[in-house]
């Protein structure tokens, strides 16, 4: 449908030109889609803005723009309404086309960069790693489809003062690390932090077994990269559960920039980045200021030598531009880290190895919250393991459906899984991302609402609908009645709505419009017969059907989430 609007804007142009001067040709007409149905298909407030420049009455500027107006190959005749609004209605055959005119996107040949998921080592996925792993997906799949090279990394963390520790119990122990699984390192890194807290011997030694760590020790790195590699496993394991196409080659985990870190420290020194405080080296950078007004620094250098987090973003950011060539990079990371990226990016900048034509964008979002409120928990206050929430989504979905009875044992399975784990994909996408949302299992799986299961639904239902049509579906050429103008209209907008999620970063926009579409094709359903129809009127809503489903199908595909052919 951008065609159309830009071919509605363009004549809307034209006609303010001809009407009251070139001068005035230039004003954007702002065309928006109408809020209501008598409203017509979109309105425009030009004559409005045009009569405060001109100084007269905004109903009879609009009466001269119309009568300049031709727009007879696209729409109805203009109506003007309320002090000077002037609706647009499309004509059948414009919207027909709009259905029919496949949508495709030219390859942009620029690179983006998108930094997601990053779980840490030796510890189990949780409820945070949900919604850094579910957008960041969904972000990918869109930035591709509209013409990006995408390069997912995933900055998995696994380097830094706790693998000392680690290591050091494990050698205290005389475990085999290569036997524990998830649940093991966890309890490791348990033992070894009370351990650590309570004698300060082990203390020295742990810190002593970092320094051999970043040296390259043999022992001390074959015990850290098998504590790796039973993590990675276990991480391929939820990734593939919750359909993410991360893979082990997405890793890029902190430990791969070790041995830039010096170089950072004396690239920034050089050029005079760099200020001694406390025995650390921090960046002083202006307009960053605590409440007191104290200057907040970055910590490039801890006052013991080592290398903080700073240093590590510091030298992915040099990574990502001299070597992966990003023309713009993205970072999926809750909203708490929002002045960190800040000063990243700025001192990244002020270095001159971020360039100012290279969007920096930290894609922030809200916290998962429990029903009452609060941060999501267990029921003893621990951190909700993801491995969990997906097997309950899994389950919760299986029962649903074997009340359902409408599929074989085996169907039931495949179909629980999608359902389950479509439902709490949608559930974090549906809302604008940057806000908290609560956890609430019964009502993400329902099949009624703006729920994943219910646009699933609505997919299996026209697939079943197209499948007993028995033909295949040609072209939509006859619209005559509202509801299914209201589909066709719906259906030419998915491209545009694919395009706005790739230039906000926002996806809870395309949840929302194909919540729309699936709540238009109800509509559809309730006032125009189908497979009871016949001649052109039948083969044009058979075709209606397929673009809807396909839209349907393409955009939950874009979510990261499955659509069943049955339910």
Known sequence: MSAVLSALATQLSTAVSAAFGAEYGVLDPELRAATRPEFGHYQTNLALRLANELKQSPRAVAAQLVDALDLSQLCEQPQIAGPGFINLTLLPATLAAG???PVVFAPRGERVVVDYSQPNVAKQMHVGHLRSTVIGDALCNV????GYQVIRQNHVGDWGTQFGMLVEQVLFEDLAVETLDIEGLQQLYQRARKHFDTDGNFVDLSRARVVLLQSGDAETLAIWRQMVEVSLTEFDRIYAQLGSPLTRADV????AYNDRLQGVVDDLT????LTESGGALCAFLPGFAGRDGSPLPVIVRKSDG???YSATDLAAVRHRIDELHADRIVY??????GLHFQQIFALCRAAGWLPADVPAEH???GTVLGKDGKPFKTRDGGTVRLASLLDGATARARALLDERDALDDDARASVAAAVGIGAIKYADLSSDRINDYVFDLDRMVAMTGNTGPYLQYAQARLTRLLDKAGEAPTKVTVLDQPAEQRLALLLGGFGDCVEQVA???????LCTYLFEVASALSAFYETCPVLSSAGEVRASRLALCAATRQVLQDGLGLLGISAPDSM
């Open 99 to 101: 259905v029919n005119e």
């Open 143 to 146: 930035l591709r489809s509209v």
């Open 252 to 255: 890029v985990g902190e430990s």
């Open 270 to 273: 050089t050029a005079g980045l």
């Open 306 to 308: 080592g290398f903080g």
């Open 332 to 337: 999926v990371v809750d909203h708490r880290q």
């Open 363 to 365: 894609v922030a979002f």
């Open 503 to 509: 230039e906000t970063l926002q996806p809870h926009r």
